[in-house]
Structure formats: structure tokens, C-alpha cells
């Protein structure tokens, strides 16, 4: 079973407009999210986290939005990128439990059209 | 370049072999864990090494096993491979903090 979900195995926007990345998870003890961005023939690069103490997060052109009641979280990219295409994982751990290791779901491949 | 190298970059194998994957994490970083990705898979966790220990275990098959030496490179070994053991296989690396990670290139592995 899932801990983690990325529903949508693709998204394609253009240039300049908002990409919006959605991770749904089910483990409520899960107290630590991140998002990882992975290019072709390239390991997986940290991108941002939050912690679940926290509902939002800010870094330069990309946000990550909390919701614990509905176990969802999102990555906002604006502006987007032609560079930013990619493919995007959200990742969750119980930091502050037993699982110290990070549960990935399966990915959203980002499409940034000029 | 991420600090955490990982050999070779690409294998190609018969069924039934036995590979070798090694890795070698970032410069002070104790944990080593592995990660398998298949087509249409997300990143599947395998295995947690902490200076030189196991320390989480996920979904690894009893036909592969890893392990951790002193200088802290790591290698996962795949044994009686089968088709559907062709995938990516990462290896990623953390500090003592522990909190996010630190990824190698990764290694395919293609069995015929």
C-alpha cells in the first residue's frame, strides 16, 4: 500500500504560468516532507522540505503548501521554467519516530513549454 | 557532481548472475541508504546503513543483500537475477541530522 501519492504522472504548462505539483499521504505520523527534482540520467536533487509543524515554506520561485487535516501537500512553482522540467517526487518521513528513512511516491514528469 | 559516487553507471547481466554495486557516500555523511526505481515506480526504499550497521530495512529481496565497511563505502549485492530486477538503483547519503539526502547518479542495471 502507498504511503505516499503523486496522482498525476504528468503535467505540461507553459512558461510563465504556475506549476502546481499535488502529494497526498496517508501515515499521520509522518512529521517531515520533501521535494526532490530528478533530470535524465541524474540522481534525484533536494529541492525543499517542511516540517509538519509548519503549513507553508518559501524558496525563491518555489513554495511547498501543508495541509495536515487533509494529509495533502503541493509544490508551487512560479514562475515556471523551461528548466524546471523534470520529474518532481514528494518524499515523507516520521523523523521523529523509528522510520528515519524517506518514502517516495512515484513522481510527476514537469513540462515547461516556451 | 553531488558528493556521492556511485559505480559503475551502467551493468548489463545475464539471469541468474550476481552483481556488485558499490557506492561511496559524501565526506562525513554516516547513513547510506539505497533506493530501487522500476519502470513506472517511484523510488523504492531497500536498505539503511549508520556506520556500518544496518539500520532500516524496506523492501529488499532476499536475493540481495548489502552491507557497510569501515570507510563507509557501501555495496549492494544482487544475486539469482531475474528480468524484473532491471532498474535504476540509487544509492543516497546523510549526515548525522539525517534529515533529507544526498543522491549519487545511480547505477542501471539491465537483465537479459
Known amino acids: 500500500d502507498q504511503q505516499v501519492k503523486q496522482n498525476s504522472p504528468s503535467l505540461s504548462v507553459q512558461e510563465g504560468r504556475i506549476s502546481i505539483l499535488n502529494c497526498d499521504y496517508t501515515n499521520s505520523m509522518f512529521d517531515y516532507f520533501l521535494w526532490y527534482k530528478k533530470y535524465p540520467a541524474e540522481g534525484p536533487t533536494f529541492l525543499i522540505s517542511?516540517?509538519?509543524?509548519?503549513d507553508k515554506n518559501e524558496d525563491g520561485r518555489f513554495t511547498v503548501f501543508l495541509n495536515k487535516s487533509a494529509k495533502h501537500l503541493s509544490l508551487h512553482i512560479v514562475p515556471s521554467q523551461p528548466g524546471d522540467s523534470a520529474v518532481y517526487f514528494c518524499a515523507a518521513s516520521d523523523y521523529g519516530g523509528s522510520q528515519g528513512n524517506l518514502i517516495f511516491g512515484k513522481g510527476t514528469k514537469l513540462s515547461v513549454k516556451p | 557532481d553531488s558528493g556521492v559516487t556511485q559505480t559503475p553507471k551502467h551493468l548489463i547481466t545475464a539471469t541468474g548472475q550476481r552483481v556488485t554495486l558499490r557506492c561511496s557516500p559524501r565526506s562525513g555523511d554516516l547513513s547510506v541508504y539505497w533506493y530501487q526505481q522500476s519502470l513506472d515506480q517511484g523510488l523504492q526504499f531497500l536498505i539503511q546503513y549508520y556506520n556500518g550497521e544496518e539500520r532500516a530495512k524496506g523492501n529488499i529481496l532476499e536475493r540481495f543483500s548489502a552491507q557497510q565497511f569501515p570507510d563507509l563505502h557501501s555495496e549492494l549485492n544482487l544475486s539469482s537475477l531475474e528480468l524484473g530486477d532491471s532498474a535504476l538503483y540509487f544509492c543516497?547519503?546523510?549526515?548525522?541530522?539525517?534529515?533529507?539526502?544526498?543522491f549519487g547518479s545511480g547505477t542501471r542495471l539491465t537483465v537479459v
Open positions: 517542511i516540517s509538519s509543524i509548519k
Open positions: 543516497a547519503s546523510s549526515g548525522d541530522r539525517g534529515i533529507g539526502y544526498t
